[in-house]
């Protein structure tokens, strides 16, 4: 059986942002914002808005506020850049830059995107409502979404490295690293970093247990790999991202008529995802093998 040691990311737009990456897969509470009385969630990064003030109407231009900006992100990521663009130009702040990141994530324009939030969460000031420790470590998190997502894994593990000195142990920020160590082929330190989480929150998350599978089976440590990718089955057994790297640990473990059954499975429950694509890969690597029975 071929080896077969394609990423198990998925990366990083829209309501996956975040994912990941499995970017739905923060698993970092969300700093939660006021919203507007009369105003509705929307946006994909409508969990992420913050408790802000408005800024009254001038000149009959439309009030600020954050939360409509960033309930805007999701369904029309143009209007939310050009909303976010006006109010910077009026000395919107943070908010408005940080709501910018967030749109240009969405349209694609990654590599920006990742500057502009890795400042967000670095840089001056470090007081005030909007400057949190908690702030922070969220915005560290998508920063660290976006690098991936712009091919940048160095740089993602630099701002999650930074984050973790915000808030030591973060589950969000250890995955978001993780991932990016596996883009660097560093599976020992995905053992070593994700494995102390999990052995001291062993009710983390399934990417947590995806995460430590993949890099245990890279090691060709299948006998952990198959205990850890069992654990994120039992947390969710209709996971693709689990389903496909059980296939994977099945395949390389010999049993290909089980990864067949776990890659089949992955199409059948999301045909369209980024875990899908690579189980079609799977399944024809598998298919002309001669080997294979």
């Not at 059986?1 to 975040?18: F, I, Y």
């Not at 954050?66 to 919107?92: H, T």
């Not at 997502?149 to 930074?162: D, F, H, L, V």
Request: charged letters at 25%; hydrophobic letters at 40%.
């Amino acid at each position: 059986m071929k080896d077969m040691t394609h990423p198990v990311v998925s990366l990083v737009r829209g309501s996956a942002l975040c994912v990941p990456l499995y970017f739905g897969l923060s698993t970092v509470a969300p700093v939660v914002y006021a919203q507007p009385q009369g105003a509705t969630r929307g946006g994909a990064h409508a969990a992420t808005a913050r408790a802000t003030t408005t800024t009254p109407k001038t000149d009959g231009v439309p009030e600020w506020s954050d939360q409509n900006c960033l309930d805007m992100v999701g369904d029309d990521p143009f209007g939310a850049r050009d909303y976010a663009q006006d109010w910077i130009k009026r000395d919107g702040g943070r908010s408005a830059r940080h709501c910018l990141a967030l749109a240009l994530v969405e349209l694609g324009d990654e590599q920006e995107a990742a500057q502009e939030l890795d400042d967000l969460a670095r840089k001056e000031p470090f007081v005030g409502q909007e400057s949190t420790p908690s702030q922070r470590v969220v915005i560290a998190i998508e920063a660290a979404r976006a690098w991936l997502a712009a091919n940048q894994p160095t740089n993602a593990i630099s701002i999650a490295e930074y984050g973790l000195t915000l808030k030591p142990g973060s589950e969000g920020l250890t995955l978001v690293k993780a991932r990016a160590q596996l883009e660097m082929n560093d599976p020992e330190g995905v053992i070593r970093d994700v494995g102390a989480l999990v052995a001291q929150a062993p009710d983390v998350g399934t990417d947590a247990y995806v995460l430590l599978a993949s890099a245990e089976r890279r090691r060709g440590k299948l006998q952990q790999a198959a205990v850890h990718i069992a654990k994120a089955i039992d947390r969710a057994p209709e996971s693709p991202a689990a389903l496909l790297e059980r296939g994977i640990i099945r395949g390389q473990a010999g049993d290909a008529v089980g990864a067949r059954q776990d890659w089949q499975k992955v199409l059948d429950l999301a045909p369209d995802t980024h875990e899908a694509d690579m189980a079609r890969q799977d399944l024809a690597v598998q298919a002309a093998d001669p080997d294979v029975p």
